[in-house]
């Protein structure tokens, strides 16, 4: 009975094997239809969001606020909406950004023997001026190029892939990082007014300075709504305050992330890895590989100009090895 006991407790799974199960089977957790709803949920939020702001603005806080200067302040919001909407819609066109087969130059090819991958990479045997470490990936069954990642949400490899926004429901990659960087920017300006906007209105029907802070407080205004101390406008709009709020906190934080690391001429996957090995050139170069030659003015228009590079080829900032 006792040897018995301790081949029991022999079988049974040490901690080790219970951690490599773990981290083994979480990414399965959040994959397939949960991801794709976040991105739907992420998406409409942003828009209802967006669009409420816009019209609650025109219509109700602007005519209390700038009564002789509605129109001018109704112009203004109206180009925020517009640079917020215009470059959320060119972010989320993911398809510039997919490394498929017939993208890759040089015969670069691979085949497939014994289940293994065989890497045929371009100009094998030359001294290389961008990277070797392409990969294959298992699930699109193709070669990768540098700098690339496969997407489990868009089920495809993306080029300079930065990262996956469930706010554009899309990968942000080498041909529309600087649409969604755009497109944050506004977000953040746009909201920050809009905070303004809220406060100012609101402070003249809730005061902030007097007992009625405490309507400001969460879940307080619903009950003083029920009281009959608030209006249910008023109520609404403290609890669009805090959205507000909520999403100027997300915009600010993603543009200076995505600042810093087009700075530093690097993809957020290489700044968190500390990964530090391609060329960028001066500061300038910098901001022209990722918002174009006219790169001050991307912030200001849309423009629809060649990103510069193929996405493909990166050079790295010392001497390569030969294949």
């Known amino acids: 009975m006792e040897t018995g006991g301790l081949r029991n407790r022999d079988l049974s799974p040490s901690l080790k094997d219970k951690l490599k199960a773990h981290y ?40 209390e606020l700038y009564p002789e200067d509605h129109v001018n302040m109704s112009g203004f919001i109206l180009f925020l909406f517009a640079e917020i909407a215009v470059n959320w819609v060119l972010a989320a066109r993911m398809k510039p950004s997919v490394y498929t087969g017939d993208r890759q130059e040089n015969g670069s090819s691979s085949t497939m023997s014994n289940n293994n991958a065989i890497l045929h990479p371009p100009n094998q045997g030359a001294l290389m001026t961008r990277t070797d470490d392409w990969s294959y990936c298992l699930h699109c069954q ?33 041909f529309n990082q600087r649409y969604f960087i755009v497109h944050v920017f506004y977000v953040a300006i746009g909201t920050a007014c809009c905070l303004y906007w809220l406060g100012a209105y609101l402070d003249k029907f809730v005061p902030f300075l007097s007992s009625d802070i405490v309507a400001y407080i969460p879940l307080v205004q619903i009950v003083m709504f029920f009281l009959g101390k608030i209006s249910l406008l008023n109520m609404l709009l403290i609890i669009l305050l805090y959205l507000t709020l909520f999403c100027c906190v997300c915009g600010t934080g993603f543009f200076l992330w995505e600042m810093a690391v087009v700075v530093s001429g690097q993809t957020s996957y290489e700044a968190w890895k500390l990964i530090r090995k391609y060329k960028c050139g ?14 001050l003015l991307s912030f200001i228009i849309p423009l629809p100009v060649k990103q510069p590079g193929d996405g493909i080829h990166w050079e790295l900032a010392k001497a390569t090895k030969r294949w």
């Not at 997407?151 to 495809?156: D, F």
């Not at 500061?283 to 790169?295: D, I, S």
Request: glycine residues 8%.
């Open 24 to 63: 083994d089977t979480r990414g399965k957790i959040f994959e397939g239809p949960r991801l794709e709803t976040a991105g739907t949920i992420g998406a409409t939020f942003l828009w209802c969001q967006t669009v409420g702001l816009v019209l609650i603005s025109i219509f109700i806080i602007f005519p």
């Open 282 to 295: 001066s500061l300038f170069a910098r901001l022209r590989a990722v918002f174009g030659p006219f790169w």
């Open 142 to 174: 193709q070669d990768a190029p540098p700098r690339s990642h496969h997407c489990k949400v868009c089920q495809c490899c993306i080029m300079k892939r930065d990262h996956h926004c469930f706010f554009t429901n899309s990968c942000i990659g080498h």
